[in-house]
């Protein structure tokens, strides 16, 4: 067993046991810490893996949120099956938008500024859609908090925890699976030179599709456990962009395109984004832009001093080099 296993094995462990030791504060803070390590990692596979820049991930969160949200509202659907359309109508979504920018040849900058456009128009689109609450917003029905319901995905904290923790998993077990495949080296050979890939004979339009759809129906997987966690949707904070700039924050500090730095970033910036929330509640007025003035100062000292992001080098300083993918 090489060191990399055993220090995984020893942090799956205390994850597992993370409910049984601390109180329901600690228990929703790391929820927060693995809901943001999904979402980065979800974005990372189209950013980090493909080379493809998004601005505008916060549509699939919101598409995710606002499909497993408004099934469960008006039918009773269980929120696994809304996981799955919300997958399914953002993976659409994402194709049209994948489309759209590599069919006429929009890159980089103007990509993202296209994922944002959508994310914006979709945004006001429901926020006028009676049919999911409009500016009203939308209010999941909530069971007894001492009762675990995990068919409707209702009840304690420990409850959500643990399934975060097993879609965390999940989609962290989906990355590895794809880096070491030939889809893998595909994004990677675009992400690097997207002519020289297409020199040597692959599809990029067909591999740069698939990762947008893929990266976008994880991220709606992630939006129907928000809507559910919360119990609350409004179209503008689930489209907000601000949550697009923390999930892309988490990947950037941890390091993009590694398997390991999306999930240390997002932990490293909520753990932050925390306990800066704690201070601005304690000196009160005047200090309500503290944690995002706090995200930009740690994106500068990224940005000088480690463009790679945190894990390279904790991987380098810990022995595990090999465990970086690069």
């Known amino acids: 067993m090489g060191r990399a ?21 600690l228990v929703s803070v790391l929820i927060l810490c693995l809901f943001n390590a999904y979402l980065a990692q979800a974005w990372n596979i189209m950013m980090g893996f493909a080379g493809q820049l998004s601005l505008g991930h916060a549509l699939y969160v ?11 509202f008006h039918y009773g659907t269980p929120p696994w099956i809304g996981m799955i359309v919300g997958a399914a109508i953002a993976a659409l979504v994402g194709g049209v938008i994948g489309f759209l920018g590599f069919r006429f ?16 128009f979709t945004r006001i689109l429901f926020d ?32 959500f925890y ?4 097993g879609l965390s998993a999940a989609v962290f077990l989906i990355c590895h699976r794809i880096l070491g495949s030939r889809l893998g080296y595909y994004w990677r050979a675009i992400r690097e030179d997207q002519d020289a890939a297409q020199a040597l004979g692959i599809d990029t339009f067909k591999a740069k599709m698939a990762a947008v759809m893929l990266s976008a129906a994880l991220t709606a997987v992630g939006g129907v456990f928000y809507a559910f966690y919360t119990n ?24 993009m395109g590694t398997l390991f730095g999306p999930i240390l970033g997002a932990f490293l910036l909520t753990l932050l ?35 790679e992001g945190v894990w390279p080098r904790l991987a380098k300083r810990l022995g595990l080099d090999g465990e970086k993918a690069s």
């Open 273 to 307: 984004g925390e306990l800066l929330t704690r201070l601005a509640e304690n000196f009160g007025h005047g200090f309500e832009g503290v944690k995002q003035i706090g995200y930009g100062l740690i994106l500068l000292v990224i940005i000088a001093l480690r463009r």
């Open 105 to 120: 040849g929009v890159k980089g900058v103007y990509f993202a500024l296209l994922t944002i456009a959508f994310a914006e």
């Open 232 to 255: 609350t949707l409004y179209a503008e904070s689930a489209f907000a962009m601000h949550r697009s700039i923390e999930l892309i924050l988490g990947a950037i500090i941890g390091g």
């Open 162 to 165: 643990y399934v975060i923790l």
């Open 62 to 72: 919101g598409l995710g949120a606002y499909a497993g949200g408004a099934l469960f």
């Open 5 to 25: 296993t055993r220090m995984l094995i020893g942090l799956m462990v205390a994850l597992l046991l993370a409910p049984f030791i601390g109180n329901d504060y």
């Open 128 to 159: 006028h859609f009676t049919w999911v609450g409009g500016s009203s917003g939308l209010y999941l029905p909530v069971v007894r908090a001492d009762h675990d319901n995990l068919l409707l995905l209702r009840g304690r904290p420990a409850m």
